[in-house]
């Protein structure tokens, strides 16, 4: 089931690149037809995974990759499957943020938790871990909609738009839950969320961010009294 | 002679029927408390009242009316004055922290201004009134100190303010009075009187020179308001040990707790009257201020809350503490480990040099440190007089004495971004601001939570985190004991609670971090902490290490099944990847055992703790439950859905 979903999401992904998207960073799961494909067309394709492999672990203690990105160099970022593997998402977002043009976009690729599947694994099972989907072993963050929409917010990246890899299962169960719980996404299995990269505060570039910080205060001299 | 004392609150505090006053609207208001109680002890015939609206002041028919306005309300001074000379005709005087920084701007209706404090010219005014009545003119004011007054078209000013001869004595302030405004919480008791915070300096007419209340004085102040709570509370069955919760005494100014023997010595007071018995206190602080030894002492005395007035890193006004993000971080590690909470307000230019980058810094921290603040307001600082932006905006806009009447004050809001809001930053313009502000505001208003921590539940919490950490040292432990705690969230560690010695490992970053223990431990608490490692197998398989033969591990990991989370994604909710030490790993009880099992423990107890409120919501989960296995063909294994927590207590094979 998740060879077949991750086939037809990385045809999907392919189409959405558009002639702008001349430099192109990606980061999480591979995406091999994608990078042999850019490659082949000229175009740069940088796979973080191998020049940073602690990406995943971008976190307070640990808040820079071990290699350095250029600077607003990339004019596409493809976030596929990170996040959830992330310790920190939001500080990865935002270092990875950096490396990519003004007005440059990303397109985020991430499990949907509210999948039917992974509903009935929590009321049946508990929380079992399984070699693909929202409840991978390696995943440590899961993700909805709303959650991803939040993320973006969080870290300067305008939504612009959304795909949806839908997969239906039990599709009687899964319109009665939609109904009862006001839940569209029941029957989507991942987001592809589409952001442009945005400059208002606090995300700005700061230029000048060796700007000097103002001077201490000085603390006034206590003029001497006496007569001079 | 009836005197009728009407504050001005900004017009959008009233809502309908309902009344939120912001933080200076109170100052101001409990400040009208101080000047009733003096007229009442010290002119007895005249009956002193405040009146929120014109209706109702009117229908009082009072022989004079104080307005008493603060800046951001000054705009409606005007107006008003107009109206009620209108319908009254009696004397109209102006007081309060705006027109004591404008001394020629005295609007057309009113008679007289107050400059400077307010306590001695206005007993001078009602003394005066109570000889001429409405003879009162110019010839009367001109001999009393501090006023100005109109006459023919001009403006004059009497003689300097005297200032009162013996703060202590004053009376205490009637605080019965501040009833009548709904949504009246937290009395103010003020410890000295000096215009040395932004606060101080919009809320009270200026001082000119600082001057401390004795502790004996304050005391008297806070057995006045508790005097007043009991006489409000008198109809309500409350236990006696939970009624201080129900008494919340605000101190505002800097002086309680900059001179360390005064400190002391109201600390001593306070004690010695049992008033940390009676009431609890929310204390604003400068940044530096909160170390150990201060909040020892403030906890002491029931201490429950600390607000604090900030402005970007690196800011230099002298209204606003300063702070570094690194002191600003540990003094909030501090109020944690006090148990204190911590309540904030953020002005984003305090001056007009104020530049982005401080901004994007000051924004940085909070970011990363929110979560030490239960509760953080954002404020765009409008160049009120008295403020720092006053002359600089004055110089720009050239603004002449004359215009300064037709400056449409109500204008300016200090608590929300208006676009009209004239700026007179020289780094930041209107743009850049409104995004900075909107920023900080929808950060902030993510942390808030609608209500603040109560003070009883965070006792209480505390009261039983102490038990269960008590029964569970008698019934698992020795007093020579070597004991290790794996810590996600300093919330959860039990170490304060337990007599032996407790060595420590944090979690961060889903990784364990900090040094082993050097010598065997009988006893490792995992409380959450496996839930947030990123390889809790690896995690447990270390800590199994650590143990001595036949060395025990204790461990609550939160249900994967609880119906509270499950609802959340049901709900699409989903989980938002910010907040620090979340959950990376949720752990089913087998596979917990099996984990156990595989690094040499035997399971020796079992428990779990099941949500309140069950009945509550049975009905949802029982249909949820039935849709699911009519129409999925899958059980759904109901009970487990309400438990909270999986508590195993396990024993190292040796």
């Known amino acids: 089931m998740y060879n077949q979903y991750r086939q037809q999401m990385a045809v999907k992904i392919k189409s959405m690149i558009k002639p702008e998207h001349r430099r192109i960073l990606c980061v999480g799961d591979a995406l091999p037809e994608i990078e042999a494909s850019a490659k082949e067309h000229g175009l740069e394709f940088v796979y973080l995974e191998n020049i940073s492999p602690d990406w995943r672990e971008i976190s307070r203690e640990h808040p820079h990759f071990d290699s350095d990105l250029p600077a607003k160099h990339f004019d596409l970022l493809l976030v596929y499957h990170a996040l959830e593997q992330a310790i920190e998402p939001e500080r990865l977002m935002l270092e990875l943020r950096k490396a990519v043009q003004p007005e440059g976009q990303t397109f985020i690729t991430a499990y949907n938790i509210g999948h039917i599947s992974t509903i009935i694994n929590l009321l049946t099972e508990g929380w079992t871990y399984q070699d693909d989907g929202a409840l991978r072993h390696q995943h440590v963050r899961y993700f909805s909609n709303e959650s991803l929409r939040h993320l973006m917010d969080m870290v300067g990246f305008e939504f612009i738009d959304e795909v949806v890899y839908q997969m239906v299962q039990t599709p009687v169960l899964t319109r009665q839950l939609s109904q009862m719980m006001k839940n569209p996404y029941l029957g989507i299995l991942s987001f592809v969320m589409i952001g442009r990269k945005i400059n208002t505060f606090p995300f700005i570039d700061f230029e000048d961010d060796a700007e000097k910080e103002p001077p201490p205060k000085r603390i006034p001299q206590k003029k001497s009294t006496e007569a001079q | ?654």
């Not at chain 2, 954002?378 to 037709?406: C, F, I, M, N």
């Not at chain 2, 959450?528 to 990123?534: A, D, H, K, Y």
Request: aromatic content about 10%; proline content about 8%; charged content about 20%.
């Open chain 2, 1 to 654: 002679m009836k005197l009728g004392f009407l504050p001005l609150f900004k017009p959008e505090s009233f809502q309908e029927s309902s009344f939120s006053a912001s933080g200076l609207d109170y100052f101001s208001a409990h400040l009208i408390g101080e000047l009733i109680a003096l007229i009442h002890e010290q002119v007895p015939e005249v009956q002193a009242f405040i009146q929120l609206s014109m209706g109702t002041m009117l229908k009082r028919s009072p022989d004079a009316v104080v307005i008493w306005a603060t800046s951001p309300c000054f705009g409606q001074v005007a107006s008003l004055a107009e109206n009620l000379k209108t319908y009254l005709d009696t004397p109209i005087w102006l007081a309060g922290p705006h027109i004591s920084y404008l001394p020629n701007s005295l609007p057309e209706s009113v008679d007289a201004g107050i400059i400077g404090e307010a306590d001695l010219p206005l007993l001078a005014l009602v003394k005066a009134y109570l000889q001429h009545g409405n003879k009162l003119g110019s010839i009367q004011y001109r001999k009393i100190a501090g006023l100005i007054y109109q006459s023919r078209g001009r403006m004059y000013s009497g003689t300097p303010a005297q200032e009162a001869p013996n703060l202590n004595r004053l009376p205490i302030p009637e605080y019965q009075h501040l009833q009548s405004i709904q949504g009246f919480s937290a009395p103010i008791v003020r410890t000295s009187r000096i215009n040395d915070t932004l606060i101080t300096t919009l809320a009270y007419p200026p001082t000119r020179k600082p001057r401390l209340l004795h502790p004996e004085h304050i005391c008297t102040q806070i057995e006045n308001i508790v005097a007043n709570y009991k006489k409000l509370l008198a109809g309500y069955a409350v236990a006696p040990e939970q009624a201080r919760y129900l008494r919340p005494v605000f101190i505002p100014d800097f002086q309680f707790v900059l001179q360390k023997k005064r400190l002391i010595a109201l600390q001593s007071e306070i004690l010695k009257r049992k008033l940390h018995l009676e009431c609890l206190f929310i204390v604003h602080l400068p940044p530096e201020a909160i170390n150990d030894e201060n909040l020892k002492i403030l906890k002491s005395i029931s201490v429950s809350k600390i607000a604090l007035s900030l402005g970007p890193f690196g800011h230099q006004s002298s209204l606003l503490p300063t702070c570094t993000p690194d002191f600003l971080k540990r003094a909030l590690e501090l109020c944690r480990h006090f148990h204190i909470g911590v309540v904030g307000q953020l002005f984003l230019n305090p001056e007009v040099n104020t530049r982005p980058a401080q901004l994007a810094k000051t924004y940085r921290f909070f970011r990363d440190e929110i979560q030490g603040f239960e509760r953080m307001h954002v404020s765009v600082l409008a160049p009120y007089p008295g403020t720092p932006l006053w002359d600089h905006y004055q110089s720009k806009l050239r603004l002449k004495q004359e215009d300064l009447a037709h400056v449409p004050w109500d204008s300016f809001d200090w608590e929300h971004f208006s676009p009209s809001l004239p700026l007179a930053n020289t780094h930041l313009d209107r743009q850049y601001l409104s995004e900075a502000y909107h920023s900080f505001k929808k950060l902030f208003d993510n942390n808030n939570s609608p209500t603040l921590k109560s003070p009883i539940n965070e006792d209480l919490s505390l009261l039983t985190k102490a038990v269960n950490a008590q029964q569970f040292s008698e019934l698992y432990l020795k007093k020579e004991d070597r004991v290790l705690e794996v810590v996600a969230h300093p919330d959860l560690m039990v170490k304060p609670f337990l007599f032996q010695s407790v060595e420590q490992i944090f979690v961060k970053a889903g990784q364990l971090s900090g040094p082993a223990p050097q010598e065997p431990i009988d006893l490792a608490f995992m409380l959450g902490s496996l839930n947030c490692l990123r390889d809790p197998e690896a995690g447990l398989e270390q800590i199994a290490k650590y143990l001595a033969p036949e060395g025990r591990i204790y461990i609550i990991i939160p249900n994967p099944s609880f119906l509270g989370s499950i609802s959340q994604i049901l709900k699409w909710k989903g989980e938002h990847s910010s907040p620090q030490n979340k959950i990376l790993k949720f752990i089913t009880p087998e596979h917990l055992k099996q984990m156990l099992e595989k690094y040499g423990f035997t399971l020796v107890k079992q428990d779990y703790t099941i949500m309140e409120e069950v009945e509550a919501i049975r009905p949802t989960v029982e249909t949820l439950a039935n849709a699911i296995e009519k129409y999925g063909s899958q059980r759904i294994p109901q009970d487990v859905l309400y438990v909270n927590e999986i508590k195993m207590l396990a024993a190292k094979r040796t």
